[in-house]
């Protein structure tokens, strides 16, 4: 086995706008080699372990190259003067190829486990007397390889400062579906785990520097 390389380019572009408004902007160009694959190997019979059966060999090794390029956007407004909002955006196309054309069979790991669209948008909100109230909404495009549907989530937290040490918050998750798949491994057996909506309370203090 050998190490997988990752050779990246990226370009950058940050910009304000306007005295409430900044936006960046990012390209990127990635090149992989060395990656990790199973590779068949023509198949045969074997009479031992009886009874005779046919064995088609899968081999682990460094059988593929890969490229990916994509662009990130994000973007900081200050609607009001107790209101911000952040959207973002990012975009990824990623290739797989086996190292020689004339392989018989190459199955490509993780292959389609990416999405090729994301999008989000944040919001901070400061309601007074110390209530904070931040929403989070993620959309995450499908996932091709292992069969995952795109799907959209929304987080929510309300924080109370009760002092300037303690602060309480109540936070829900997922709160559009009741559970959804994030991600599904296809080269193993396993199940995958389903991401569930959920509500929790959290107690947050800080603790001042201690004076030697």
């Given amino acids: 086995m050998q190490s997988e390389r990752e050779l990246t380019y990226e370009l950058g572009y940050r910009t304000q706008l306007a005295k409430s408004l900044s936006v960046d902007v990012t390209g990127f ?6 990656l990790l694959g199973f590779v068949a190997r023509p198949p045969f019979f074997s ?8 064995v088609i060999p899968l081999v682990f090794e460094n059988s593929l190259h890969a490229s ?9 407004w200050k609607v009001a003067s107790r209101w911000t909002l952040s959207p973002g ?5 990623l290739r797989q190829r086996p190292d020689s054309p004339t392989e018989q069979v190459t199955v490509f790991a993780g292959n389609g486990s990416d999405p090729r669209h994301q999008a989000q948008i944040r919001s901070h909100l400061e309601l007074g007397r110390g209530l904070g109230w931040d929403t989070s909404a993620y959309f995450v495009g499908r996932l091709a390889g292992p069969g995952i549907a795109s799907y959209t989530r929304l987080d929510t937290q309300l ?7 303690a602060e309480l918050s109540l936070v829900g998750q997922n709160l559009l579906r009741d559970h959804h798949p994030e991600f599904s491994e296809s080269t193993t057996p396993y199940i995958p785990s389903q991401v569930k909506r959920s ?10 520097a201690t004076k030697m």
Wanted: a positive charge.
């Fill in 199 to 208: 509500a929790y309370a959290r107690l947050l203090w800080r603790f001042g």
């Fill in 68 to 76: 990916s390029d994509g662009f990130e956007a994000s973007a900081n």
């Fill in 29 to 34: 160009f990635s090149s992989y080699t060395n």
């Fill in 89 to 93: 955006f990012a975009f990824l196309q």
């Fill in 47 to 54: 009479a031992s372990p009886a009874p005779p059966h046919l």
């Fill in 159 to 165: 924080t109370i400062k009760i002092t300037k040490q």
